[in-house]
């Protein structure tokens, strides 16, 4: 079993930056590839950025290239969303994820096999 706590969210104005934190324990959590979704309301969870357990990053999702990078540090078992330029339609839940394999993070929700409480980000224009 994993369990992953996010924290940083917050409510920022549009071309603001923040940084969520989700901090991982149980398994080997450095042998796991973790990941962000967010889902915004009335709207369906979606991915937003992933990275194998060896800091490769997948490709990101179109409304967030260039202005979010996902990063870990494996001694503090900790996985990082740095965000930049926020925009309002960035206003969501954002979810801290997990998975064997980082393949089961990158086909939507249902292949996850964790998932944190969730961190409110909101973007006022």
């Known amino acids: 079993q994993v369990q992953l706590v996010e924290s940083g969210g917050g409510l920022v104005q549009a071309g603001a930056s923040l940084r969520l934190f989700c901090t991982a324990s149980g398994r080997a959590v450095s042998t796991i590839a973790m990941g962000w979704f967010r889902q915004a309301p009335g709207k369906e969870r979606e991915f937003v950025a992933a990275?194998?357990?060896?800091?490769?990053?997948?490709p990101y999702a179109d409304s967030v290239k260039g202005r979010f990078t996902i990063s870990r540090d494996n001694a503090k078992n900790t996985v990082y969303l740095q965000m930049n330029n926020l925009k309002t339609e960035d206003t969501a839940v954002y979810y801290c994820?997990?998975?064997?394999?980082?393949?089961?993070?990158?086909?939507?929700?249902?292949?996850?096999?964790?998932w944190g409480q969730g961190t409110q980000v909101t973007v006022s224009s």
């Open positions: 990275i194998t357990s060896r800091g490769i990053t997948s």
């Open positions: 994820a997990a998975a064997l394999f980082i393949a089961r993070l990158q086909n939507g929700p249902g292949p996850v096999d964790y």
